[in-house]
């Protein structure tokens, strides 16, 4: 493939510093928020963990409507950048609210409360990824192109991923007598949020919408998600997508238990089991744009998938030590990362070909946002329903039980990437065709 001219390195940069910024905001979240509710704000834990998914129905209902109306939200603007800084600013605003004390509230009048935040603050993150990687398209007219800035913007999730991770926990030690810490918590990680929210703003913000920037005014919703439809390889693109997201979510819901009664380590140990992993997820996340400028997507695609299959095999079937699990965690984290980028990268060539055409470019990222959060909450179902059927896992768990969970461990992660895989094959032929569409074009 020709060697095309990436971005600027201060536009990846300052791209990258927007998703560094959001995931500041609202990475705490999945984090430690539940634990949060039940021992702070006093709400059941059976409502605490409806609360949590509230967030993901109203994402499936709500964001391919959010996508496209991103894209008339920023014509009203005049920009894209601009919508992006209001909703980076209030990001961090629903995050300090989400920990302020409640508990003298009713208990229905606090679960609302958390309830409407919530919500809130996840559709705000759609309008941010549909604005910002939009943003993507504006600035780059090629694969190449968009395949730096993807890069970036999946380094800059990792990094703040692995921020919030470290460094959550000591703020609330540090500010432990300040509401049990959680709100001077929010507050800190809030300000850093808006300085790398800021920066990105300072790059982009003369960024002129070019993508998907026509109304189409005469067509209403259900018509323009149908007209959607033919576009068939957006949509083999986002079931890679929910594929992947299922299983990497799966892997990470059930380490903790594979941890604890498997490899019969201390909860400390998981520290020693995921860092590899985030790491090697950024040396991916580097590695795919070169990748994607001397060999065919397609090729990527399908070795990133076999690695990935090869190093979850490893980590779950196979690795009963802590040095075969980090080494099977690096084959699995820098195939995680290259597919990470590459399919964003696939998704957004595929929405901005429609969105030339006079197609919504925010809908098209609306459903690919969607999709997206599904195959996270997949992930996790299946991990969830899985250790119902596992049962009991107390200091003496029975052989029987410990099988199933050998079960779930190894089945919930790998077999996603097998019918990703599978799926894959299948539709080679179709997407090859359009790659190649593109290349000439």
């Known amino acids: 493939m020709a060697e095309l001219r990436p971005p600027a390195r201060l536009m990846a940069a300052g791209f990258g510093a927007g998703p560094l910024g959001a995931t500041l905001a609202s990475g705490v979240v999945p984090l430690l928020f539940l634990y949060y509710l039940t021992e702070y704000a006093q709400v059941p834990a059976g409502v605490a963990g409806v609360l949590l998914a509230l967030p993901k129905f109203a994402d499936l209902l709500l964001d391919p409507w959010l996508g496209r109306r991103a894209d008339a939200w ?64 504006d600035i780059a007219a090629d694969m190449a192109g ?41 507050l800190v990680l809030g300000l850093a949020s808006i300085a790398a929210s800021g920066a990105c703003w300072l790059v982009v913000r003369r960024v002129p919408m070019r993508d998907g920037a026509s109304a189409e005014a005469s067509l209403s919703l259900l018509p323009a998600l149908r007209r959607t439809l033919r576009n068939r390889a957006f949509y083999c693109v986002v079931m890679l997508l929910v594929l992947l997201g299922a299983s990497g979510t799966a892997l990470f819901a059930a380490l903790p238990y594979a941890n604890q009664h498997l490899l019969r380590a201390q909860p400390d140990n998981l520290s020693l089991l995921l860092t590899p992993i985030f790491l090697s997820v950024l040396a991916g996340v580097t590695a ?154």
């Open 74 to 137: 920023a014509r009203a603007l005049g920009s894209r950048s601009l919508l992006l800084m209001l909703i980076a600013c209030a990001l961090p605003v629903l995050s300090v609210l989400m920990f302020l004390p409640m508990t003298d509230l009713a208990l229905p009048l606090r679960v609302a409360a958390f309830g409407v935040l919530l919500v809130l603050q996840s559709l705000m993150l759609t309008v941010f990824a549909v604005a910002h990687t939009a943003i993507a398209g």
């Open 288 to 441: 795919a744009p070169w990748l994607t400028r001397r060999v065919a997507p397609q090729t990527v695609l399908g070795g990133a998938l076999l690695a990935a299959l090869a190093g979850v095999a490893w980590l779950t079937a196979v690795a009963r030590s802590n040095g075969p699990m980090i080494a099977a965690s690096v084959v699995f984290g820098l195939a995680f990362g290259v597919l990470t980028v590459l399919i964003s990268t696939l998704a957004m060539e595929a929405a901005t070909k429609s969105s030339g055409e006079g197609e919504s470019l925010g809908m098209y990222l609306g459903i690919l946002f969607s999709a997206e959060k599904l195959g996270q909450s997949l992930g996790g179902i299946v991990v969830g329903f899985g250790l119902d059927w596992v049962g009991g896992l107390g200091v003496d768990a029975p052989p029987a039980a410990l099988s199933r969970l050998v079960v779930v461990w190894i089945g919930a992660p790998v077999l996603p990437l097998v019918a990703a895989l599978l799926m894959l094959l299948l539709l080679t032929s179709r997407l090859r065709a359009f790659w190649h569409k593109e290349a000439v074009q």
């Open 146 to 186: 968009r395949s730096t800035l993807m890069s970036a913007r999946a380094l800059g999730q990792t990094v703040a991923g692995l921020a919030v991770s470290v460094l959550a926990p000591q703020l609330v030690s540090g500010f432990k007598t300040f509401h049990g810490g959680y709100l001077g918590m929010a």
